[in-house]
């Protein structure tokens, strides 16, 4: 089983890049795929970009050159680093994980409480 958590979320101007971090517990971290999705006021939560266990990666079309997906497992986080942030990219961001291989869907197992970032135009 494991837990996850994320941080670094906050205000930032357009243009801006925050680096927000998703801490996992549980022996077997390495063998999990972490997404990270976003939900914006009034919306669903949508996918913003995964990274599976073996470090391959997806990112959804609206992120593609701005956002990187990264992961650690000595350290058991994952990180999304974003670039270049719009006012439209203000959301609650969290992150989940499921086992081996990522999805595009909400379709994990364990997700985390979600961190608000917010970019002012």
């Known amino acids: 089983q494991v837990q996850v958590q994320e941080s670094g979320g906050g205000l930032v101007q357009t243009g801006g890049s925050l680096r927000l971090s998703c801490a996992a517990s549980?022996?077997?971290?390495?063998?999990?795929?972490v997404g990270w999705f976003r939900q914006a006021p009034g919306k669903g939560r949508e996918f913003v970009a995964a990274?599976?266990?073996?470090?391959?990666?997806r990112y959804a079309d609206f992120v593609k050159g701005r956002f990187v997906i990264s992961r650690d497992n000595a350290e058991k986080t994952v990180y999304l680093e974003m670039n270049s942030l719009k006012p439209e990219d203000t959301a609650v961001y969290y992150c989940?994980?499921?086992?081996?291989?990522?999805?595009?869907?909400?379709?994990?197992?364990?997700w985390g409480q979600g961190t608000q970032v917010t970019v002012s135009s």
């Open positions: 989940a994980a499921r086992r081996y291989w990522y999805a595009v869907t909400t379709d994990y197992d364990y």
């Open positions: 549980g022996r077997t971290f390495n063998e999990y795929a």
């Open positions: 990274i599976n266990s073996a470090g391959s990666t």
